[in-house]
């Protein structure tokens, strides 16, 4: 019987070394998924008042003209697009999580979606009408 004993608190240590590595990876994932989640939401928030902002621009012109903005291509490790809804008067940037909404100006029309694959976007202006390339 006490030859057992050592071989038994080898297992046993071995055991409580290989619950504790598990342990530690789950909580170092969950906070790292947590962290991921805010940081993508506030660079979505950023990005949403970088080009409403190149939007007030382009509505201040009196003439037809355009924008080029190089955005991000990913937030989070995954891509987003950026709308511009026509009735409700608002830019969108979503995920497929999560969806920033921002008001724009009721005076004009906005048109169009695009992905944030291209790393940049083209904002043209046409009379009161702006669109999304």
Request: net charge positive.
């Amino acid at each position: 019987m006490k030859g057992q004993i050592p071989i038994f608190e080898s297992v046993l240590l071995f055991t409580v070394g290989i619950a504790i590595f598990v342990i530690c990876s789950v909580v170092f994932a969950i906070y790292q998924a947590t962290w991921t989640d805010i940081s993508e939401g506030q660079q979505l928030e950023q990005i949403g008042l970088y080009i409403s902002a190149a939007i007030h621009t382009l509505a201040q012109n009196p003439a037809n003209s355009s924008l080029m903005l190089a955005i991000p291509r990913q937030v989070g490790g995954t891509f987003y697009s950026i709308a511009l809804n026509n009735q409700s008067k608002q830019l969108n940037v979503s995920t497929q999580k999560k969806t920033y909404t921002f008001e724009l100006d009721r005076q004009l029309e906005f048109f169009g979606t695009q992905s944030s694959t291209a790393g940049q976007i083209l904002l043209k202006k046409e009379k009161n009408k702006i669109f999304i390339i």
